[in-house]
């Protein structure tokens, strides 16, 4: 069964800093990796989608990795602002041979951005 | 960009209702999702549809039914609501298997 890890669970930094969230999952057969944000309260917003067969994506001051076969991505976040602070999640589609493929989410990295 | 629409952002319902939580996408995607997201648990499954009137059941469909009758729109049902049903509900669509998802901006349902 596909499990999805995020590290740190938390995470503190002030204005202007770059930073990296981690997510590894423990089953490499998947179709894709998708990074959200959750401000408190409300839905998830997409950030950034690899497919498989890609190594990152970038969008803005985010990019994400994706090691398949050591089962790693991370998001990197390029000089941080307060508006970052949110919760980050990576979710990954597994590959099976039901109707749908339906996302695997990790717990999530909480961030605070502080001025 | 695609639009995934909850009808409600809170909602207040007594034990014993009959309680629907409508969403709605505006791009013609053949997956439709519902999850659930409590503190500590994250985000669980509770059904999903991958065509019109199709559903099939996700990790924790006790207590819920669900309705797709047109492609745009899936309901979740809760047949008697219970206060171990205060949750998230957050719905979510996918044009298929491979593609990323589009989440809505969700609904706090409280039962008290």
């Known amino acids: 069964k596909q499990e999805v890890t995020q590290i740190p669970a938390a995470l503190s930094v002030p204005e202007g800093e770059n930073l990296v969230l981690n997510c590894s999952f423990t089953d490499s057969a998947i179709y894709n990796l998708q990074w959200f944000r959750q401000d408190p309260g409300k839905g998830l917003t997409s950030l950034l989608l690899i497919q498989s067969s890609q190594r990152e994506q970038t969008s803005g001051r985010l990019n994400a990795s994706l090691d398949k076969s050591s089962g790693r991505s991370t998001l990197y976040i390029a000089a941080s602002q307060p508006g970052d602070s949110a919760t980050y999640l990576c979710a990954v589609a597994p590959i099976n041979t039901g109707t749908a493929s339906k996302l695997t989410f990790g717990t999530g990295t909480r961030l605070q951005v502080t001025l | 960009d695609v639009k995934v629409t909850q009808s409600s952002r809170y909602l207040v319902k007594r034990t014993g209702e009959k309680v629907f939580l409508e969403c709605v996408q505006d791009m013609d995607h053949e997956n439709m999702f519902w999850y659930r997201q409590d503190p500590g648990l994250g985000l669980r499954l509770i059904y999903f549809?991958?065509?019109?009137?199709?559903?099939e059941k996700g990790d924790i469909p006790e207590g819920y039914s669900v309705s797709r009758e047109k492609k745009e729109r899936f309901s979740l049902i809760l047949e008697s609501a219970s206060t171990n049903q205060t949750s998230m509900y957050l719905c979510?669509?996918?044009?298929?298997?491979?593609?990323?998802?589009?989440f809505g901006s969700g609904t706090r349902l409280t039962v008290v």
């Open positions: 979510a669509s996918s044009p298929g298997t491979g593609y990323g998802y589009t």
């Open positions: 549809s991958y065509d019109v009137k199709m559903k």
